[in-house]
């Protein structure tokens, strides 16, 4: 029996390989799905309001670390919703453990510890999410209803001035200043906020706009009895 010769068994092994490649990819494919989906899946699903999912990526999806903290931020958004403060900053500290330089996890805590009554904590918070983003109005505008909880007006209305400067179109931000404004005595300068607040498109801030009316109304009627204080 004639054996191959050297020069005939290499093509037989060259293809080999190849043969393996082919076989690899739709594992490989699938294998990419299930990552992309398992992905996915702790990234988003915060967005359906259903705590156990986030509970299921937590506690079984392979993949660990920052991305875990999606899972948790998730949760805890859903907590927030539903007006669970505490199981909400649980959820968020978790979060910030594992991925310490997101500035909305920080801001969601603020805001679930704000609610909370936690008022020191919740500055400091927005404090954090304003050095990681401070392009943001949101968490100046949150930051001034802490302070102003907390008595202090002075702060609260440089926290509103930075977010109205930075969302000029926001009649919340407006308004709230103008509360301040009006709680520290300075009836001109509430009086333009108010004003402002009314000026701007309406959009979705309807409620805002009528509270605003409300308050013009309020000041007006004052007006023959009303002694300014001096303006800062």
């Known amino acids: 029996m004639t054996l191959p010769s050297k020069g005939d068994a290499w093509p037989a092994r060259r293809r080999s390989p190849s043969k393996m490649t082919r076989a690899a990819v739709p594992l490989l494919i699938v294998l990419g799905v299930l990552i992309g989906l398992s992905t996915h899946m702790v990234v988003n699903c915060g967005d359906e309001d259903e705590p156990d999912i986030c509970a299921a990526v937590i506690g079984f999806s392979p993949l660990r670390g920052s991305l875990i903290a999606f899972a948790y931020e998730g949760r805890g958004r859903i907590a927030l919703r539903h007006g669970d403060w505490r199981r909400a900053i649980a959820d968020f500290d978790e979060a910030i453990h594992l991925n310490p330089n997101r500035a ?9 510890r704000r609610q909370n009554g936690d ?9 954090e999410a304003i050095a990681h983003d401070p392009k943001l109005a949101a968490p100046y505008h949150q930051r001034g209803l802490a302070l102003a909880a907390t008595g202090d007006l002075d702060r609260a209305i440089l926290s509103y001035n930075t977010a109205v400067r930075l969302a000029p179109s926001d009649a919340q931000a407006r308004l709230d200043r103008g509360l301040a404004f009006l709680a ?9 906020d108010f004003e402002a607040a009314l000026a701007l498109p309406a959009g979705k801030d309807a409620r805002t706009r009528e509270a605003a009316r409300a308050k013009l109304a309020e000041l007006a009627s004052a007006e023959p009895t009303r002694v300014s204080a001096p303006r800062r």
């Open 184 to 192: 520290r005595g300075q009836a001109d300068d509430a009086r333009a």
């Open 119 to 127: 008022l020191e904590l919740a500055i400091a918070d927005y404090d």
């Open 104 to 112: 909305s996890l920080y801001r969601d805590r603020a805001e679930a």
